[in-house]
T-cell receptor, first 114, second 114 residues
Framework: DGGITQSPKYLFRKEGQNVTLSCEQN?????MYWYRQDPGQGLRLIYY???????QKGDIAEGYSVSREKKESFPLTVTSAQKNPTAFYLC?????????????FGPGTRLTVL | AQSVSQHNHHVILSEAASLELGCNYS??????LFWYVQYPGQHLQLLLK??????LVKGIKGFEAEFIKSKFSFNLRKPSVQWSDTAEYFC????????????FGAGTQVVVTP
């Protein structure tokens, strides 16, 4: 059953702590993305990667970090430097990262900072 | 920087009514255009996309969208909605030279009443 998995579904974090969100895909896609979704603001791109060991900042990368050591995995770390981390985080992948590619989305992780 | 504007944040309509959701973007170059949908409890998924050819594109579940280049618009339509069309709809734009960097609109929550 191909798709994108994100874990955990819900995550709670204390202020000042880093937390890592998992994203795995078995679609054999080269490109992967992280978005943040806030009510009334749509999705905003945090980081993206078109190939293993390479990634680029999106529109709101400050306070976040990523790695892409394997094609299947693209974990996102929300650091303590992120001013307003409470949000819904979506991971996506696409075949090559080309501009006409369809992006396929995971179920999301809802992060709450206490 | 490009931006995407969706005209309505919330739409409530009855079954069998017609639906039209507006989407405008600000970018002067060549663009690729997408509508994504998020049904309650489900992953965000592609409804339809346009990147060249006939400006009237048809998607899944009876949806269609028309690209009007002179108006920088990509409005989504469905002639007769069903209760199962209740969802959040997102317009997204990808400049042709920006690879997979999608810009999303804020989304429109559509509620179809029986």
């Amino acid at each position: 059953d191909g798709g994108i998995t994100q874990s955990p579904k819900y995550l709670f974090r204390k202020e000042g702590q880093n937390v890592t969100l998992s994203c795995e895909q078995n679609l054999n896609h080269d490109a992967m993305y992280w978005y943040r979704q806030d009510p009334g603001q749509g999705l905003r791109l945090i980081y993206y990667s078109h190939i293993v060991n390479d990634f680029q900042k999106g529109d709101i990368a400050e306070g976040y970090s990523v790695s892409r050591e394997k094609k299947e995995s693209f974990p996102l770390t929300v650091t303590s430097a992120q001013k307003n981390p409470t949000a819904f985080y979506l991971c996506a992948s696409s075949f090559s990262g080309g501009p006409t590619d369809t992006q396929y989305f995971g179920p999301g992780t809802r992060l709450t900072v206490l | 920087a490009q931006s995407v504007s969706q005209h309505n944040h919330h739409v409530i309509l009855s079954e069998a009514a017609s639906l039209e959701l507006g989407c405008n973007y600000s970018y002067g170059g060549t663009v690729n255009l997408f509508w994504y949908v998020q049904y309650p409890g489900q992953h965000l998924q592609l409804l339809l996309k346009y990147f060249s050819g006939d400006p009237l594109v048809k998607g899944i579940k009876g949806f269609e969208a028309e690209f009007i280049k002179s108006k920088f618009s990509f409005n989504l339509r469905k002639p007769s909605v069903q209760w199962s069309d209740t969802a959040e709809y997102f317009c997204a734009v990808n400049a042709a030279d920006s690879w997979g960097k999608l810009q999303f609109g804020a989304g429109t929550q559509v509620v179809v009443t029986p």
